[in-house]
């Protein structure tokens, strides 16, 4: 076996290997005795078949089977011996000569591999970045009030309908009939919203519900029909106003706080403003935690400042997502792919300059969490522990789902060490101007 190196620049190199007769003749010749010995063919008892007939049957076979596995053994000692940090892997060169297989002759070929620069940088002190801090303003704090008391309030009978209240109404257009259905005026389209403003109950007006309502979803649902029975309908239909619903926001009362934060939580209106405040800090903290969080990425990205073969790595991506992505669609995407294979390598020098680790415990907890807020998104607030661990079982069956956690959990892992290690420069900041920042 003969491997002659080129080293076409920093990141790319070509490797040309030559098998010879004499490196795949006995392993061919072995391989072929065992075809032999386990042969079943008709007219002879196993293994008694001659050889000039195996030969025939498998001789190609085997031949391509033994190079091959010659030629992939001897790139993993040359990268391994080369210490090589390879990317992707192994190409076959576009300088590729045609390959006749045949015995006795002697084959070439030739390899494209990329690698990856050593990532060196320090995460330390001299490392500033700004933390904000959102100012809760008084406006802030009526806003949430108000936000508040309106999530908790109540629909009441109305008298003429205005722009967020609810109308009751029977549809008919002559040949399908609709009782009592619950129309929220804000979701009528704004060219047909004037028909419902100011009516009372007993009105009735004529209206194209294909105008009115566009989402087909919610259209379906109102005249309570199959989404592909919309097609079949005549649009024109007669509204006929049962009674009007006005939403009216909840009221400050002992009531009122015990059913936002729990009986006896808040008893007074101070504490109410005390915890609406509360809840803006928080909200608050998690944006400005969100951007510090970016912005670390984007620092030690710039940073670590890594190139990357970018002209093998479309070719690796084009070469392992033939069929799946076509080449326009990994154009598109490519920028996206680098800047984040550029984070996983500044994120595995940071882990690995401060000895992060992930651990079996902090991928079941990532998965316990994102159990959770699967739950929270159907309103399932106060699950049973037992439940979250159970589901938590099934996502860690997948190998995409672990996968997935796991670089959840190395992101805030990186992100929570280079924040300890770094200069933060708090600064106040209204909420307009943090919006604002670029």
Known sequence: ?????????????????????????????????????????????????????????????????????????????????????????????????????????????????????????????????????????????????????????????????GEEDFVVADLDNGSHKVEGAYISIRNVAEIARGAFLGVKAGDSFQLDVNEAFTNETDRASMLKVKKEALASLDPMFTFNIVNVKTFVPAKESQETYDKIFGEGEVTSAEQFDEKIAERLRDEYRQMADARLSKEIRDHFLAKASIDLPEAFLRRWLGNVNEGKYSAEEIDRDFPAFLEDFRWQMTRGHIMQKFGIKVTDDDIREAAEGYAAYQYAMYGMGNVPADRIKETASYILKDENQVRRLEEQVEDRKAIEVARQNITLQTKKISLDKFNALS
């Open 1 to 161: 076996m003969n491997i002659v190196k080129n080293q076409i620049d920093a990141l790319n190199l070509e490797v040309t290997l030559t098998v010879a007769n004499e490196d795949y003749a006995e392993a061919a010749h072995k391989k072929l005795n065992e075809y032999k010995r386990k042969a079943e063919l008709k007219g002879f008892r196993r293994g008694m078949a001659p050889m000039s007939l195996i030969q025939r049957l498998y001789g190609d076979q085997v031949l391509y089977e033994t190079v091959n596995s010659i030629i992939s053994d001897s790139l993993n000692k040359f990268i391994n011996d080369e210490k090589l940090r390879v990317v992707g892997e192994p190409l076959p060169s576009e300088k590729q000569p045609s390959v006749e297989w045949a015995y006795g002759k002697d084959f070439t070929f030739i390899f494209d591999i990329a690698t990856t620069p050593e990532v060196s940088f320090d995460v330390n002190s001299d490392d500033k970045l700004n933390y904000y801090e959102i100012n809760v303003t008084k406006e802030a704090k009526a806003s949430m009030k108000d936000e508040m008391l309106r999530q908790w309030g109540t629909l009441e009978e109305g008298a003429a309908a």
